[in-house]
């Protein structure tokens, strides 16, 4: 009963705290965050309860991921997708592998497993306080669509790492041939089934004419692509990517946004997507507030100022290389220019600060920290767990704040046009 008592409240509390953000002009995370943090110090009801990892990973993140797939502009795979989607991987290869390797050698003592698992948090990026802020309607396409691309990847290959991470809990570093070898399986087998999923439900949902059941099909599309991930010995999280990209792509072939749904069906089903998303994300933000302090207070080895200063210096890692990588396809020539809103166009390094100013610490990150094991194979408890889920706790807050204080000052500082001129 505790749990349910639990859940029930945390659902509650969530819609609560998200209403108060609207109305108060707070970021959603912020409030999320801060109202985890604050119920710890209420008396009854809510239970000391640690997160399942496979509540996470089998409840809570398939629909999380799915809802930001399939929110994609159809167009997406006419215009940028492939070079978005191979940004966001070439982003989150480069920021697991910095990231990892700095935390170790900032805080050397740490499990080295525990250290790769910072590097795959630290990776996962978007630019949720673009989407929430709508300042992604003043940016130009070319902009948009890259950001949005990375949705797809980048949360493929963390959530992979972070599964194999997970499952190396208790044992020695891996290894790059073990990491190699696991996510060419996920991105082959993984995603051949997710690409097998999505055409099926594809051929089934244009066959209906009743929303209700479109709807229903649509909702247990991720759950089905975790669970077919998981028979295929694959991450879950493959299968479900594939799916989603699988249907946004058959509704830009056909044209047309009602191509596999009808168009009450469709609207429907984003209500709910977007419903389920806010939910979600505000849950995550809740329970990484509610279990902040009891990860500092288990990090005993590790004062409080090397975890703020780990997590500090993670950030400005990120962002580093995120210009980087960003300054570096957008003066491809093959790139698209921004436009500029005075005229002309934006110079590619002044684009560059806006793509990796506009990409924080992904929410699911913090799914990802709270997702490991409290205990190795042996039983013994995983005290490294505790520092993992400080640093990523205070990366992602802590990012979260800085966009929303931030970014809209670098959105007037670019001046990006909003339209592009069409080839």
């Not at 399942?52 to 159809?74: E, F, K, Q, V």
């Not at 996962?124 to 949005?148: F, I």
């Not at 594939?242 to 509704?251: C, D, K, N, S």
């Not at 436009?339 to 793509?355: H, N, Q």
């Amino acid at each position: 009963m505790a749990e349910t008592r639990f859940v029930a409240l945390t659902i509650v509390a969530v819609a609560l705290l998200l209403a108060l953000a609207r109305l108060t002009k707070i970021p959603p995370s912020i409030a999320w965050f801060s109202g985890g943090l604050a119920s710890i110090l209420l008396p009854g009801p809510l239970p000391e309860i640690r997160v399942d990892p496979l509540i996470l990973l089998g409840l809570i993140l398939p629909p999380l991921l799915y809802a930001g797939i399939t929110n994609l502009s159809p167009t997406l795979l006419q215009r940028t997708a492939w070079r978005g989607v191979a940004m966001g991987a070439a982003w989150t290869l480069a920021l697991t592998a910095a990231c990892g390797y700095a935390a170790h050698l900032l805080m050397p003592g740490l499990d080295p497993v525990a250290c790769m698992a910072i590097g795959v948090a630290a990776a996962v990026a978007e630019p949720r306080v673009l989407l929430e802020s709508g300042l992604h309607q003043r940016l130009p396409p070319a902009l948009t669509e890259s950001l949005s691309a990375q949705l797809a990847s980048a949360p493929l290959l963390g959530v992979s790492l972070s599964i194999f991470t997970a499952k190396s809990v208790g044992g020695p570093f891996p290894g790059l041939a073990a990491i190699a070898e696991t996510l060419i399986y996920d991105l082959t087998i993984g995603c051949a089934a997710g690409v097998a999923l999505g055409l099926a439900m594809a051929a089934l949902r244009k066959r209906l004419d009743n929303p209700a059941t479109e709807t229903a099909l649509s909702l247990a599309t991720p759950f089905a692509a975790a669970a077919l991930g998981e028979a295929v010995s694959a991450s879950p999280i493959a299968p479900l990517i594939a799916a989603g990209l699988t249907l946004v792509w058959i509704r830009s072939r056909d044209g047309a946004n009602i191509s596999i749904a009808s168009e009450e069906s469709h609207r429907v089903t984003n209500d709910l997507w977007r419903a389920l998303d806010a939910l979600l994300t505000g849950a995550l933000f809740f329970l990484m507030g509610r279990a902040l302090p009891e990860a500092l207070e288990g990090a005993q080895s590790l004062p409080w100022a090397t975890l703020a200063l780990t997590a500090a210096a993670l950030m400005t890692l990120c962002w580093a290389i995120q210009f980087t990588l960003s300054w570096a396809a957008l003066a491809h020539p093959n790139s698209p220019p921004v436009p500029c809103e005075a005229g002309g166009c934006v110079p590619s390094w002044k684009a560059a600060c806006l793509m990796a100013g506009g990409s924080g610490r992904n929410v699911v990150a913090l799914a990802i920290a709270l997702a490991l094991p409290t205990t190795t194979p042996s039983g013994d408890p995983f005290h490294a767990r505790d520092a993992v889920v400080a640093v990523v706790a205070l990366m992602v807050v802590a990012s979260a704040a800085l966009q929303w204080v931030g970014v809209p000052g670098l959105v007037r500082w670019v001046r990006p046009g909003a339209a592009e001129s069409q080839a």
